[in-house]
């Protein structure tokens, strides 16, 4: 499981992200104290540890920390401390990470809401790539730009589904959390159609799915957002923060700090403008397939999956990923089609994966694609409940 979780802290915990990342590692067993405090300390993450659950409990209420590492082995207590900073005004987008035995209920474990799930023997080659992935995410959620609550309505479209009711979580100059009741493809274009509390001209952009949870809470980074959007969500956001700056210091007035975050909200919502190449207006169809991907300085295939594809492109998870035009050849394998296709990588997430364009030569290439994707919707239809 993983999730991008956007809600707004207090002034508070609006601090400086320079900051080293904390975690606090709730768990009484020594060897996997020992395991993890070292993986996160060479991660770079300030480790506090703590063994009660009572004092567990009241340290989730009174700091934030960028992770919880919580012990449920054997007790079903323990869970419920997620559950706890879920709720948390300080701990609401903290990374959980649970750590099971073999004799636990991981579902009801992971109904608390947890990012990772940790099994035990807990060992340093089994945790590397949750903790590296975990690590990643603990990074996303500790972004310079503020977020700002906000409670509205709004329709999206994305792969094959268009107008989809969803619900508006909160928004930053980068991006926005909304609670959809339908699962979003991973990394999948996705098109907002809302209007901001107070406005009533329509906000329309597009971005890329990044997290998703359990409970329907979708992070999402803005691709593409014209300049009509730009300043109905700047405007918007500045008024919010002036608004929560009148509250906080009634006395206070607008000062060359309020002129400053009008710049870089600016400016970040500029840099998100993408180029007409990356506007992926095509269907993308959700599926997963094996591929294996052939790199120019490589013989040997390394093997990945392949979670979505269109006819212009698709996109892989892999663990190892390469920068943005990087030429590969994929080879994907069917019961009725075999896909050997060049292509060039789009846009990259360390850790996760990689949009990749095709390179479509011939008619041949066009066609052995649409082959595929009718596969795909072949094999959609088929799992769909009758």
């Known amino acids: 499981m993983t999730q991008v979780t956007c809600w707004p802290f207090p002034r508070k915990f609006n601090m400086v992200m320079t900051m080293t990342l904390t975690s606090l590692l709730v768990c009484s067993d020594v060897p996997t104290i020992q395991v993890l405090r070292g993986m996160l300390q060479d991660l770079g993450i300030k480790v506090e540890s703590c063994g009660d659950l009572s004092s567990a409990a009241e340290r989730i209420e009174e700091r934030h920390f960028d992770a919880l590492l919580v012990d449920c082995e054997g007790r079903p207590a323990a869970a419920e401390l997620i559950a706890q900073a879920r709720k948390s005004e300080a701990n609401k987008s903290s990374v959980a990470i649970a750590i099971v035995g073999p004799n636990d209920a991981t579902r009801d474990i992971s109904a608390q809401g947890p990012n990772f799930v940790l099994y035990k023997p807990i060992s340093k080659e089994r945790a590397a790539n949750s903790m590296h992935a975990a690590c990643d995410l603990m990074r996303y959620e500790r972004r310079i730009r503020p977020r700002v609550a906000v409670q509205a309505n709004t329709s999206i479209t994305y792969a094959d589904q268009e107008n989809v009711p969803a619900a508006l979580v909160d928004l930053s100059d980068d991006g926005i959390a909304i609670l959809s009741k339908n699962k979003l493809p991973p990394y999948s274009k996705v098109y907002f159609h809302f209007v901001l509390p107070g406005n009533t001209s329509p906000v329309r952009l597009s971005g890329e799915v990044m997290w ?41 007035k607008a000062t060359k700090t309020d002129d400053d975050a009008t710049l870089r909200l600016s400016a970040g919502l500029g840099m998100l403008s993408v180029t007409a190449a990356d506007r992926r207006n095509i269907v993308r169809h959700p599926c997963c397939l094996g591929v294996e991907l052939y790199w120019p300085d490589r ?60 390179v479509l030569g011939t008619e041949e290439h066009k066609q052995k694609v649409q082959q595929l994707i009718e596969c795909v919707q072949l094999e959609s239809e088929s799992s769909q409940p009758q």
């Not at 190892?320 to 050849?329: A, K, R």
């Not at 009725?336 to 296709?341: C, F, N, Q, S, W």
Request: proline content about 4%.
């Open 212 to 252: 998703q949870d359990s409970s329907g809470r979708v992070g999402i980074r803005f691709a593409q957002v014209p300049k009509t959007s730009r300043r109905l969500v700047n405007e918007w956001l500045q008024a919010q923060f002036s608004a929560s700056t009148s509250a906080s210091d009634p006395g206070s």
């Open 299 to 358: 013989t040997v295939a390394t093997r990945c999956t392949l979670t979505d594809i269109s006819s212009g492109g698709c996109y892989i998870k892999s663990a190892e990923t390469f920068p943005s035009g990087t030429e590969l050849q994929m080879v994907v394998r069917t019961q009725d089609v075999k896909l050997r296709i060049d292509g060039t990588v789009q846009s990259m997430h360390p850790g996760y994966g990689m949009g990749v364009q095709f």
